[in-house]
């Protein structure tokens, strides 16, 4: 999508501080403001598994509220008690770490490898995640899920459409 001239302020400001390792905006709303951006591999010489960030004040305090209300443990246990729903988010982790891995340059490839991040960017998932059937943190699979639609993002819709919650803000997303 690009960083457009003004992105930078309207990201500081979701944020409330400066944008680390940014490298895209993944996601934009109706008005063109970012809801999601894409984050650089390394962010201060670390590994930032990371890629994808939900920065929609609104998304985020939804989701904050869905988290406080326990619906990561409500996910939890419909994934725990559905073989086909953890086949369904070890795919999506796959995936992700794929999208993730096609954003490296050459230069990032070259850097990931003297310092020795190769296996962590290759084996962590959405959000950092290393253990691909469990539910860590909403924000960040549903930040994926608006880039490529993912198992615990459709949950969450569900859920929001059971309660006709919905974000007309956002752009419809295939």
Known sequence: MGILEDDIAVIESLLGREPRGLEDVAV????GVPVVIRV???VNE???PTLLWLIDKRLNYAIDQLEAGGLIADLQKTVDSSAELQTEMVV?????IELRQSYFSEIQKQ???????ESVLAERGIGGIVDFQRIRCLHTYYAAHLVRSNTVGRMVDA???STL???SHLPSFP
């Open 92 to 96: 999506d982790h796959q995936r992700y």
């Open 159 to 161: 859920y929001w459409q």
């Open 165 to 167: 919650l919905t974000f």
């Open 46 to 48: 670390k590994p930032f």
């Open 28 to 31: 934009r709303d109706n008005a």
């Open 111 to 117: 850097h990931i490898r003297r310092l020795g991040y």
């Open 40 to 42: 650089a591999p390394l």
